[in-house]
Nanobody, 117 residues
Framework: QVQLVESGGGSVQPGGSLRLSCALS????????IGWYRQAAPGKERELVA????????IYSDSVKGRFTISRDNNANTVYLQMDYVLVEDTGTYYC??????????WGQGTQVVVYS
């Protein structure tokens, strides 16, 4: 079973910043695109908000483009999500995993982000 451990969430006011981290097993990290998924509320579908390819190219959803930055450290098997200028609608639980999600064998606990006004 692959391991995924997300951290760095918390409460922040609109306009603030957070930096999320995700430690993954090397088996999932190596050679794969990794993404950050957001689940706005329990029971809602996870939305892919950012992904980073194995060679470094990044893609963002329109909802976070220009505000979030995804990066990866292949040596440390870690993926980051720098969240700047957060909005109330960024609230949710954030998960990292392989892209596309249908290839994921399991999910971590996620890390919760609450943006309050």
């Amino acid at each position: 079973q692959v391991q995924l451990v997300e951290s760095g969430g918390g409460s922040v006011q609109p306009g603030g910043s957070l930096r999320l981290s995700c430690a993954l097993s090397s088996s999932i990290m190596s050679g794969n695109a990794i993404g950050w998924y957001r689940q706005a509320a329990p029971g809602k579908e996870r939305e892919l908000v950012a992904r980073v390819m194995a060679y470094g190219m990044t893609i963002y959803s329109d909802s976070v483009k220009g505000r979030f930055t995804i990066s990866r450290d292949n040596n440390a098997n870690t993926v980051y999500l720098q969240m700047d200028y957060v909005l109330v609608e960024d609230t949710g639980t954030y998960y990292c995993n392989i892209v596309p999600a249908r290839l994921a064998s399991n999910w971590g606990q996620g890390t919760q982000v609450v943006v309050y006004s």
